[in-house]
């Protein structure tokens, strides 16, 4: 299926109405009414005369979502950032981290992992992300495993318990966005987590949770009794 996309992303700063461009919209409503992809492309400041902002910053949004750590160097290769953007990209995120808790928020409810996931909902395709958690429930990392429609012969187990087996994790939430906004389970989204389930046991890494969601609400199968 093709989602529509989001109009900021279709269109150029100038093309924006006023109230809608990044920089203005961080002045009267504040940092935290802007989307990942608006964060970015006030940090990017600017695009090239090949590339939009938001073109350039749609392509480093998916580059952090499935590598958090991304380097400097690996920043750089995207078309339109160069050396000099990409270190300051980099100093933002780093300060970003030092000032981020660092023992993790702790999981209690699936309200508490949509709390900490639902930024992802403003994304044009479905991320399939993976909260890692350890024994206390704290949350040791999130990243997404995949984009793209959720299929189990897409989503291989690997992709998704490699870094929580790296962690030492003891267990993992999954989740994925659902960009029509319809929350209702697919039979493949049930296929995915028995698989993921099954395979999670194997390794004694618990899936304790798969949450589909929008960006106003979500749906928990432990809720309703499908994990």
Known sequence: ??????????????????????????????????????????????????????????????????????????????????????????????????????????????????????????REQEQFIVIVLNGAHEILNIFTATIGLVNRSL????EVFSDPISRRATAVVLAHNHPSGILSPSKEDIATTTRLAESGELLGIRVIDHLIFSNKSYFSFKEHGLL
């Open 1 to 122: 299926m093709k989602y529509e996309k989001n109009y900021i992303s279709q269109l150029s700063i100038r093309e924006l109405p006023p109230q809608d461009r990044p920089r203005e919209k961080l002045e009267t409503k504040g940092a935290s009414a802007l989307s990942d992809l608006e964060l970015l492309m006030i940090l990017l400041s600017s695009g090239n005369a090949k590339r939009r902002v938001n073109d350039i910053a749609l392509d480093l949004l998916t580059l952090l979502d499935t590598n958090v750590d991304a380097s400097t160097d690996e920043i750089a290769t995207i078309n339109g950032i160069g050396t000099a953007k990409a270190s300051v990209i980099s100093a933002a995120l780093e300060i970003g981290r030092r000032r981020a808790v660092r023992n993790g928020n702790t999981i209690t409810t699936p309200n508490d992992i949509f709390m900490e996931i639902k930024h992802f909902a403003s």
């Open 155 to 158: 989503i291989h187990p690997r």
